[in-house]
């Protein structure tokens, strides 16, 4: 009966751990709805424009200028604009139309491509007009962070705003900005010089990095005059870092360490991969790429190769990259067109819809503690098991049988002896329980002989005989039954 009601015990604590430990490892956190929005410091995104051609036909002609050997025939001028606009998705395009007799054309330098790309693209001051940030009027192309600036991406050539991610040549300084509820206007206000606007609009965090895995919010004409989008943050307590990145499902910016960026996010994660993947099969990586140390660039020759090989490279399945800990999210609401009278302006402004913006804080709910908690006072309950009879369990069956057989050997031999030689104690051999009767005179000999002779009187007293013998024998079926030793 107590070897099973142990063993159910046992089966139930084990049933109970496992449920215990499989919530440990696939929903330990809780996410919630942040409310303190009062004291938020929202940032502004980073908002990048990629024209859908980036070189005009005088940008072109006016680089050709400057080349001493430069050929202003058409399809020339159609292979430059071929070129302003590679991205990722176009270099197999590119490489089969634009065969061998072109390639002498094109630089043959690993950087040159970039080059040349940044050299024919229109320029930022050829596009944008009166800026405003905040409803304050700001130089739409400076040195600083509160400009547009010239970022090549693996969607093509761009313009992006409040950015941290600038090309290598450039010198400028960022300084993410922030709205706060006082602010006049939560918006950037621009407008462009050309009559015909068409661009890819990007709303995303200025820590990310705009790449295939990121699709534009908007397809940006000259008949939307207004763009508003919300803001969605989740973010993570210093107490998720207890549990791992498999049970969290999100990665702190400080957590791994990539080679193409100082902090992480999930696009660069992604970027690197592909960026890792091209190497290994090429030897290179496409020059739209950050330069880093170990991946060079490649020359218009290699892109055969990636092109070949060009769905292996876009597989980031096998490097498992995880959100950020901090994830924004901009959803654009409806856009708002422009009035018949307003066609000609081409102009827009891009805000947030409202304050307060929506925060999510994702923190622990079932950790390390919880567990440990949780394990004890389940043991507890079925099999009367804490911590420290684990602990004596350990202790007795470890350094006490050590101490017990090689440094107690004498001791214990001796103990073992004494006990041999111990004489046996007497024994009741009556059959009255003690709860029923005190211990019998003699423990119960008297009596027993009393049946056997069937006598009306024994003969012995309180262990002693009537001869003054001190063991009495009992004849049991004619036999000799035994001496049994009398004592007081």
């Not at 908007?218 to 549990?243: A, G, H, P």
């Not at 901009?330 to 307060?356: G, M, Q, R």
């Not at 602990?391 to 069956?397: C, G, N, R, T």
């Not at 003699?442 to 009187?457: A, L, T, W």
Request: with cysteine.
């Amino acid at each position: 009966m107590w070897f099973t009601c142990v063993t159910m015990g046992a089966v139930a604590t084990c049933v109970v751990i496992f449920s215990l430990w499989d919530k440990f490892q696939n929903n330990p956190t809780i996410t919630g709805l942040d409310t303190d929005f009062h004291n938020w410091l929202v940032p502004f995104p980073a908002v990048t424009l990629c024209p859908t051609q980036p070189a005009s036909l005088s940008s072109i002609a006016a680089y050709l200028k400057t080349q001493q050997n430069g050929t202003k025939n058409l399809e020339v001028f159609d292979l430059y604009a071929e070129v302003s606009r590679l991205s990722l998705a176009t270099i197999p395009e590119f490489s089969r139309k634009y065969e061998e007799q072109w390639r002498n054309v094109l630089p043959k330098e690993s950087d040159g491509l970039a080059q040349l790309i940044l050299q024919i693209a229109d320029k930022c001051e050829d596009i944008f007009d009166q800026c405003k940030f905040k409803n304050d009027p700001i130089t739409c192309c400076r040195d600083g962070s509160l400009s547009f600036h010239p970022v090549l991406t693996e969607n093509g050539f761009c313009y992006s705003f409040n950015s941290m991610h600038l090309q290598e040549s450039s010198e400028k300084k960022f300084h993410k900005q922030y709205i706060k509820e006082t602010d006049i206007k939560w918006s950037l206000e621009f407008s462009v010089k050309s009559r015909t606007v068409s661009m890819s609009l990007y709303i995303i965090d200025s820590n990310e990095r705009i790449g295939i895995d990121v699709q534009p919010q908007l397809n940006w004409d000259s008949k939307i005059d207004r763009i508003q989008f919300s803001f969605k943050e989740t973010y993570s307590t210093e107490d998720t870092r207890q549990l791992s990145i498999k049970q969290r499902r999100c990665i702190f910016e400080d957590e791994i360490k990539l080679k193409i960026d100082n902090t992480y996010t999930f696009t660069a994660c992604t970027i690197q991969c592909r960026m890792d993947s091209a190497k290994s099969r090429c030897g290179c990586v496409p020059f739209f790429y950050p330069k880093v140390s170990g991946f060079p660039h490649c020359n218009v020759s290699s892109f055969q190769c990636i092109s070949t090989h060009m769905q292996d490279i876009k597989d980031v399945s096998k490097c498992d990259c995880q959100l950020g800990c901090r994830n924004t999210v901009y959803e654009v609401e409806t856009p708002k067109i422009k009035s018949e009278s307003a066609l000609d302006e081409n102009k827009i402004e891009i805000s947030f819809v409202s304050w307060p913006m929506v925060r999510y804080k994702r923190e622990v709910l079932f950790g390390w503690v919880d567990l440990l908690v949780s394990f004890g006072g389940i043991a507890g309950l079925f099999l009367g098991f804490s911590l420290l009879s684990g602990v004596e369990i350990i202790y007795y069956f470890t350094i006490r049988a050590f101490i017990a057989a090689f440094r107690e050997r004498k001791y214990l031999n001796r103990i073992r002896k004494e006990k041999g030689e111990k004489a046996q104690p007497a024994h009741d051999l009556s059959m009255t329980p003690y709860f029923i009767a005190e211990p019998l005179p003699g423990r119960g000999i008297d009596i027993v002989v009393k049946r056997f002779r069937n006598d009306s009187k024994p003969d012995f007293q309180y262990g002693r005989d009537v001869k003054g013998r001190n063991n009495v024998s009992i004849p049991v079926c004619g036999q000799m039954y035994g001496n049994f030793p009398l004592r007081y």
